[in-house]
């Protein structure tokens, strides 16, 4: 069976975006893939955090994984920190890639413009990340869009390693969804949905009361002509509603652009198409919360079965590198 692996970072809420175009993919894989998902705290404290932020953020982000959808008994979900692997072969990796091609990934440029403390973790982060595919000998990495750097420099790193010291790494591939799922913010359109915009009227949290959730849609920038179409170019509000009412109820966005002639009923089925998607999600996420304990338990299974796989990684990786035995 394929082996998939994916990460996300333990950093804000969850929103609709993340929903609609990964999290909800990866509760579909789980059912045809040998699915490993992985929350990574370590990449997280890539950014100075207090220590509340980020156990809490790693607990709640664990929680809404299973509320939407991550079975503990069907993938290997666990907190990458639980696998001390992870460390250790981010460590070596390190020592495999060179200045100049961390130097050249865009999303340290763009993150380090953004912080006043910049460490040399969020430099080699890249290391980390190639660490938590490759310890499982993944074949596909399902990520958006702006990992595909990330993911070819992973495969880079394990071939100069499996060149410089025998075949140690499997190679992954990137698999990035289809454009349909991109869901942008509500207010600024062009942009995609995400907490770090720090735009909380555009954006849809996955725990957003049905109240929120319509006035946000409903006050969603849109544009003047009165037109609804499906036309992301020259019409990004409509067509981002188009798109997630489309994902929302499994109907094709230029197919649902037919049906409507005033904006005013397109927001509120869009709005009303949201509430029902994420009420069993929200139930779910409210029991979970409940019993922190459960949670803890099930983390604990998920990273005894990821480090079955890691350790026998490592082992090889520690043999083929040249270190002594203990
Ligand atoms: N860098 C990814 C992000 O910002 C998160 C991540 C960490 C990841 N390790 C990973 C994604 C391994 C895929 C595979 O979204």
Redesign the pocket.
């Known amino acids: 069976m394929t082996r998939v692996?994916?990460?996300?970072?333990p950093t804000g809420e969850q929103h609709l975006g993340n929903y609609l175009g990964a999290t909800r993919n990866w509760a579909r894989m789980q059912r045809t893939s040998d699915a490993f998902f992985?929350v990574?705290d370590l990449?997280a404290v890539t950014i100075p955090k207090a220590p509340g932020e980020v156990r809490d953020g790693s607990l709640r982000l664990a929680q809404m994984l299973m509320a939407v959808g991550l079975d503990p008994e069907t993938c290997t979900l666990f907190v990458q920190s639980h696998v001390r692997e992870h460390a250790e072969l981010g460590w070596i990796l390190q020592c495999n890639v060179s200045y100049g091609e961390l130097s050249r990934m865009t999303q340290f440029k763009d993150k380090s413009g953004r912080h006043d403390f910049i460490s040399a973790g969020l430099f080699t982060y890249p290391a980390l990340?190639a660490a938590?595919?490759l310890l499982y000998d993944t074949n596909e990495?399902p990520?958006?869009d702006d990992?595909r750097q990330?993911i070819e420099i992973t495969r880079d790193i394990a071939e100069r390693f499996n060149s410089r010291f025998g075949e140690t790494f499997v190679l992954p591939e990137a698999v990035i969804p289809a454009a349909g799922a991109r869901v942008m913010d509500l207010q600024r359109p062009t942009d995609k949905m995400s907490k770090s915009l720090d735009s909380p009227k555009g954006t849809i949290g996955l725990l957003d009361e049905p109240g929120q959730i319509m006035k946000k849609i409903k006050s969603a920038v849109t544009d003047n002509d009165g037109v609804v179409r499906f036309d992301p170019e020259q019409k990004p509000g409509v067509s981002n509603l188009l798109s997630i009412l489309g994902a929302a109820t499994d109907r094709e966005p230029a197919a649902l652009a037919e049906q409507y002639e005033q904006y005013g009923a397109l927001k509120s089925d869009t709005a009303d198409a949201v509430i029902a998607l994420l009420e069993p999600i929200q139930a779910r996420y409210r029991e979970l919360e409940a019993d922190p304990g459960e949670t803890a338990r099930l983390l604990r299974v998920g990273a005894d079965k990821a480090r079955a796989i890691a350790t026998d990684t490592m082992d090889r990786v520690r043999s083929n590198l040249g270190l002594l035995d203990a």
């Open positions: 692996f994916s990460g996300i970072q992985c990574v990449h990340q938590d595919i990495v990520v958006g990992q990330h």
